[in-house]
């Protein structure tokens, strides 16, 4: 089973619909007790890094979360869920992330139009299990107005110009973030939620692969 995780900041049906469209089955799940019986787990997220913090440790998700991802079980951060892997973040401040990944979440440069909303190329610059059945500068939907920025590159697999060129994906080992919409980037958004739930289904049958 695939948890979709419900910590009040995220677009959870259509990121569970998505899943469906995929050929997955994923669940909507609120406790930390469901979310380690997952296979897979999704950390999904819309609005402030401040808040979506606060409220993972207000409903105990961080302990949870860094346990499944230290068990190697797949974890998917989408939008604010990819930026809270990384270790804080300067909107509103300076706020610990969960800090599964080295890097700072910046605001978007001076001089653009925030938020950066609609539809970008991703440059993919190295393998990502997601990306199967990606080709090369594919478009896909963002609606964000801060970026990640890591002094891990072998981190990035893929990037998006606006301004600068950001990570729009990253991925390592088990953990895998992505700046844009999945649920919202028709067909080849739904081929990615179909190569997680691929990995996710693999790691059931063949665990440690």
Same mark, same amino acid.
């Given at each position: 089973?695939?948890a ?6 995220? #677009? $959870?049906?259509s990121?569970r619909?998505g ?6 089955s994923a669940?909507?799940v609120?406790?930390?007790e469901e979310?380690?019986?997952a296979e897979g *787990?999704?950390l ?7 808040n ?5 440790r207000?409903a105990?998700?961080?302990g949870?979360i860094?346990q499944v991802i230290?068990e190697?079980?797949p974890f &998917?951060?989408i939008?604010?869920?990819?930026? &809270?892997?990384?270790?804080a973040?300067e909107?509103?401040?300076?706020t610990?992330?969960?800090g599964?990944f080295?890097?700072?979440v910046k605001?978007?440069p ?7 909303m609609?539809? #970008?190329? *991703?440059f &993919?610059?190295?393998?990502n299990p997601l ?5 090369q500068?594919s ?8 970026y990640?920025d ?8 893929g990037?998006?110009p ?8 990253v991925a390592?080992k088990? @953990?895998f973030?992505?700046q844009f919409?999945?649920?919202?980037s028709?067909?080849?958004? &739904?081929q990615i ?5 691929? $990995?996710?289904?693999k790691? @059931?049958?063949?665990p440690?692969d």
């Amino acid at each position: 089973m695939i948890a979709i995780i419900d910590y009040g900041m995220g #677009n $959870l049906r259509s990121v569970r619909k998505g899943f469906e469209k995929a050929g997955w089955s994923a669940r909507v799940v609120h406790s930390a007790e469901e979310v380690l019986t997952a296979e897979g *787990v999704v950390l999904p997220g819309v609005g402030a890094f401040a808040n979506a913090m606060e409220n993972l440790r207000n409903a105990r998700l961080t302990g949870a979360i860094r346990q499944v991802i230290a068990e190697g079980r797949p974890f &998917l951060g989408i939008c604010l869920g990819m930026q &809270l892997l990384f270790e804080a973040s300067e909107e509103w401040g300076f706020t610990g992330g969960l800090g599964i990944f080295p890097g700072v979440v910046k605001r978007l440069p001076a001089g653009l139009k925030i938020p950066h909303m609609g539809w #970008n190329n *991703v440059f &993919l610059t190295r393998e990502n299990p997601l990306t199967e059945g990606i080709a090369q500068n594919s478009y896909f939907y963002f609606v964000h107005s801060y970026y990640v920025d890591t002094p891990d590159r072998d981190l990035i697999s893929g990037l998006t110009p606006y301004g600068l060129n950001f990570a729009s994906m990253v991925a390592r080992k088990n @953990v895998f973030g992505i700046q844009f919409h999945p649920e919202k980037s028709s067909a080849l958004g &739904l081929q990615i939620l179909k190569n997680f739930g691929g $990995l996710v289904a693999k790691n @059931v049958n063949h665990p440690g692969d």
